[in-house]
C-alpha cells in the first residue's frame, strides 16, 4: 500500500486484506502537452531505450483500439530525503506525476500538512515545492496532488467539522491551481463512513464551486484491492462517494502487497485479475445505482497503481517484464490511468544491498536500470492531469428510488423471503439472480471474499417490462377457495385465478400471492413465476 515516507524506513506488516449524463460520451484522446526543451528530451530517450523499452509501447499505440487512452502519472513522495528532483526531465521522464501524502496537521486535524511534517507554507519553503510545481508546468507537465495514505491520518479521518475539512481541500486545490485530486484511502480509513460521507460532501461542494467558475475537479479514489477485487469496504467507500454527489474521474487500486499470494506469485497475473474483479464489481456498482456503463466506459474508469520492484511482502516483486505486462494491459483495455509507487524508487539498489530482499524507499530491489519502470510507461497514450474531456459520470440521489411490481419482470426482493438458487428477482431497478440458497441477503449490498454475496447482476430494468406473469401447472382446477372452508391435506382451489394445492389442513388462511411463496405457507403453489427456476 502506499506510504508517507517522512519517517525512517518502516516495513509494514501484511495487510488484512440514476442515470448518466445524457452528454457524456467516452473521452477522446487528448493531445499531450510538451515543451518543445522537454519533448526534445524525452525524444533522446526513447531513442536509447532499445526493443525492450517504451518502443514497445508506441507498438501498442499503433495497434491499439479507440479505447487505449491510459495516463501515466507516477507518485512522487514529496518529503523524502533526499528530494526527488520531479520537475527535471533528467531525473523524471514523466510528464505528470502525483504528488503524495497530503494529510492532517498533527496539531490540527483540519489543517493539511504534507506528511504531517510540513504546512504548505513549509514546505514551499523548506523543499521548494511551490517552485518546483512551477518549473514542472512550464515544462509542459503538470501535478495531481494525493491526499491520504497508510502512515498519518487523512483529513476527512481527523477533521469532524465538514465546513472546515471542505475550506481544507479548497486550500489545496487553490495554492496547487489543482484540476485532480487524488484520495488514498488506507486502513481503518476504507471502514470509516463518517468520514467517507464528510470526504464526499466537501469534494461534492468543491466541484459545484469549480463548475460554477466554469471549470472541472476530477477526482480519484485510492484504493486496496486483493486479487479477486475491491474489499466490501472498498466498494462502499465508491457507492458513498458517488451517492453523495461526487462526480468521481475513476477508482485506482493499488494492485500490491496481497500478503497471501503464495511464494512465488506472478505479480502480473494477480493485478490482471484484481483489475478484472474491480472491472465487475464497479460495472455492478454503476448498474445498482442506476447507470448501465459499457465496457470500455467502465475499464477507462479504473487505475493500476503497482509497487515497483521489492513489495512490502517479501514473495512479492513486481518486475521490469511485469510492468512491459502491465502496459499492454492498460492499452488493450483502455485502462483510464497507470500509476506507480513511487519514482522515488525506480532505480537498482547498490552496494551491500544488491541481490537482496530490500524494503527501501529509494530503490526498487529487483534487477533494473535507473527509470526502467519509468520508462516503460511513459509512452502510454492517455491525456494529461484534469484533461476536461474525461468527463465522469453523475450518479443521481437514490433515496426515492422505489421498485414498481407492475413494471417489475420478476419479484421484488423481499428480506423475508427464501430464496433457491437460480431465482431471479428486482431490487431498485436492476435484475439479479441468485447464486445459492440465501435469506435476508440484500442484492445490493457491498461483498467481499469473506461474505460474497448470493446474488449476481444479471441487467438493467428497462422501460417495456411488465409484471411477471404466472403460468399453472395443472388443468381442471375450479373451485374457488373460501375463508369459511375446512380444507383437508391435498385439496386444490383457486385464488386470485391460480391453482394451489393445500399442504396441511387449514381454514381461513388465504393462498400466499407474495413471491416465492415460502414452504411454511399452508397452500403450495401449482404454477410458476418468471425468474423462478424450473426443478423436477
Not at 453 to 473: E, F, L, M, N, R
Amino acid at each position: 500500500m502506499l506510504t508517507d515516507r517522512t519517517t525512517p524506513l518502516l516495513v509494514r506488516p501484511e495487510p488484512e486484506d440514476p442515470l448518466a449524463d445524457p452528454d457524456w460520451r467516452e473521452p477522446d484522446v487528448p493531445v499531450q502537452r510538451l515543451s518543445w526543451l522537454r519533448l526534445g528530451f524525452l525524444i533522446l530517450v526513447v531513442a536509447g531505450l532499445g526493443a525492450g523499452g517504451a518502443a514497445a509501447v508506441v507498438h501498442y499505440r499503433e495497434t491499439a483500439g479507440p479505447t487505449a487512452k491510459s495516463w501515466a502519472v507516477p507518485y512522487v513522495d514529496v518529503t523524502l530525503t533526499p528530494t526527488f528532483e520531479f520537475q527535471d526531465p533528467a531525473v523524471n521522464p514523466a510528464n505528470d506525476v502525483a504528488l503524495a501524502f497530503v494529510v492532517a496537521d498533527p496539531s490540527d486535524g483540519c489543517a493539511p500538512s504534507w506528511g504531517g511534517a510540513y504546512t504548505p507554507d513549509e514546505a514551499a519553503a523548506s523543499l521548494e515545492l511551490d517552485r518546483r510545481i512551477e518549473q514542472l508546468r512550464a515544462a509542459g507537465g503538470d501535478v495531481m496532488l494525493s491526499v491520504g495514505g497508510l502512515i498519518n491520518t487523512e483529513l476527512a479521518v481527523a477533521c469532524t467539522d465538514e465546513v472546515r475539512l471542505t475550506d481544507a481541500y479548497r486550500q489545496l486545490v487553490r495554492r496547487y491551481q489543482l484540476d485532480t485530486l487524488d484520495l488514498d484511502i488506507e486502513g481503518t480509513a476504507v471502514a470509516d463512513k463518517a468520514s467517507l460521507q464528510r470526504r464526499a460532501a466537501a469534494l461534492k461542494t468543491l466541484q459545484a464551486e469549480r463548475k460554477a467558475a466554469g471549470g472541472t475537479l476530477d477526482v480519484w479514489l485510492t484504493l486496496p484491492v486483493a486479487p479477486n477485487g475491491l474489499t466490501a469496504d472498498g466498494v462502499n467507500a465508491v457507492r458513498t462517494t458517488l451517492e453523495g454527489g461526487v462526480s468521481l474521474r475513476g477508482v485506482n487500486v493499488m494492485t500490491m502487497d496481497y500478503g497471501n499470494a503464495g511464494t512465488e506469485p506472478d505479480m502480473l497475473e494477480l493485478a490482471e485479475s484484481a483489475l478484472e474483479a474491480t472491472h465487475k464489481q464497479l460495472s455492478d456498482l454503476y448498474l445498482q445505482l442506476g447507470v448501465q456503463l459499457t465496457s470500455p466506459e467502465v475499464w477507462a474508469r479504473i487505475g493500476a497503481t503497482p509497487m515497483i520492484g521489492q513489495n512490502d511482502i517479501d514473495a512479492e516483486r513486481f518486475t521490469v517484464d511485469d510492468a512491459r505486462g502491465l502496459a499492454t494491459f492498460a492499452v488493450d483495455k483502455g485502462l483510464g490511468r497507470v500509476s506507480m509507487w513511487s519514482l522515488n524508487r525506480d532505480a537498482p539498489c547498490t552496494g551491500t544491498f544488491t541481490n537482496v530482499v530490500v524494503h527501501s524507499n529509494t530503490c526498487s530491489g529487483v534487477s533494473q536500470e535507473k527509470l526502467a519502470f519509468s520508462k516503460m510507461f511513459i509512452d502510454l497514450p492517455g491525456g494529461t492531469v484534469g484533461d476536461s474531456g474525461r468527463e465522469a459520470v453523475t450518479i443521481p440521489a437514490q433515496s426515492g428510488v422505489t421498485d414498481d411490481p407492475a413494471k417489475s419482470p420478476y419479484p421484488v426482493w423481499r428480506l423475508s423471503a427464501q430464496y433457491v438458487r437460480g431465482y431471479k428477482v428486482v431490487w431498485h431497478g436492476v435484475v439479479y439472480e441468485s447464486k445459492w440458497a440465501n435469506q435476508g441477503m440484500d442484492p445490493s449490498a457491498a461483498s467481499d471474499s469473506a461474505t460474497p454475496s448470493p446474488w449476481s447482476v444479471i441487467g438493467p430494468v428497462t422501460a417495456t417490462d411488465v409484471a411477471p406473469s404466472p403460468s399453472p401447472t395443472v388443468t381442471g382446477v375450479t373451485a374457488e377457495w373460501s375463508p369459511e372452508t375446512v380444507y383437508a391435506r391435498g385439496q386444490k382451489v383457486l385464488f386470485n385465478g391460480l391453482p394451489y394445492e393445500a399442504r396441511w389442513s387449514s381454514t381461513g388462511d388465504a393462498p400466499s400471492t407474495e413471491y416465492p411463496i415460502s414452504p411454511d405457507d399452508p397452500w403450495k403453489p401449482l404454477f410458476v413465476v418468471p425468474g423462478e427456476p424450473v426443478t423436477g
